[in-house]
């Protein structure tokens, strides 16, 4: 691989060091799911569990860093010129339903800008990552975004609405009036980070999803963009600078997904 900053080194290492335990505590999912507890405690500790190591790897290189992580919030918070952005399993779902498809995902930003990051799928052991002007890679081979011209015939993918989510119908709104663009495909693969990676590696053509948090993609950004995508939000509330609706693509699909995406202000 090409990528030698020494940011993505530290991020790279944290990785593989919290990916060990999280390989460990998958092959457990299996057995707790028929009993009678059920896999949802366990799951949440091996989630804070997976941070903690991150923290501290990330914290041996960097003490004065700023983190922003989904399970213990921000830490070092006056610190917003270099920033650790993290997801220690992104695709929880999946992991608790025991199905192989979840990643860690780091982001490094400076100056409210992501300059490198990797999203790592342990299970199949492929590591997505780029930095600013480097260029993106899964493991040692450079990836780009598919070539696909048109929407239609195009692989896209979405996540969402979440539970809680007050604008379900309008999600499934959206949903329904993109599948009905002739000889195309969305699927539902339930892990933000590795649809973004996905479409940089140029599995799929596009990617949308709303009301996601910053973690979901922080890493994503940058790697779609160094392997030639380009990615939009749309309807950024301003007061929430954490919370994300995104558009991913190819670049080349962008502009006739952009239009089927729901305009009007519905958050
Ligand atoms: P998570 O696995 O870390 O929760 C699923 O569509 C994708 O959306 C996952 O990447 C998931 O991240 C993310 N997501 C963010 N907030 C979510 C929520 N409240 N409920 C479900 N998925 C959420
Ligand atoms: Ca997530």
């Keep these: 691989m090409r990528l030698a900053s020494p940011h993505i080194n530290i991020i790279m290492k944290a990785c593989n060091k919290a990916s060990r335990s ?7 999912i299996e057995k707790l799911q028929v009993s009678s ?21 990330l914290q041996k290189a ?26 220690p399993i992104d695709g929880t779902n999946n992991f608790l339903n025991g199905i192989p498809h979840f990643a860690i995902s780091i982001g490094y930003e400076e100056n409210n800008e992501i300059k490198c990051g990797v999203i790592f799928d342990p299970i199949k052991n492929e590591m997505f990552c780029a930095e600013k002007g480097n260029g993106a890679f899964l ?28 604008i379900k119908e309008d999600i499934f709104t959206e949903f329904v009036k993109i599948s009905k663009v002739p000889f195309s495909s969305v699927r539902k693969f339930g892990s933000a980070a590795l649809d973004i990676a996905y479409v940089a590696c140029g599995r799929f053509d596009g990617y949308w999803q709303r009301e996601l948090n910053y973690w979901d993609i922080a890493a994503g950004i940058i790697i779609l963009k160094e392997a030639g995508g ?29 239009k089927l995406i729901i305009k009007k202000n519905i958050e």
């Design 22 to 28: 999280l390989i460990r505590d998958f092959g457990e």
């Design 230 to 258: 380009f990615v939009d939000f749309f309807e950024e509330d301003n007061n929430a600078p954490l919370k994300r609706n995104i558009l991913a693509s190819n670049s080349s699909i962008h502009e006739e997904l952009s």
């Design 139 to 166: 493991n040692n081979s450079r990836i780009r975004v598919s070539k696909k011209k048109k929407l239609q015939d195009s692989l896209l993918v979405t996540g969402g609405p979440k539970h809680s989510s007050k």
């Design 62 to 87: 960097h003490p004065e860093y700023g983190i922003i992580t989904e399970e213990s919030g921000v830490i070092n918070k006056s610190n917003i010129k270099n920033r650790w952005i993290i997801d």
């Design 37 to 57: 507890k059920g896999p949802g405690d366990f799951v949440s500790s091996s989630d804070k569990r997976t941070e903690k190591t991150i923290i501290n790897e």
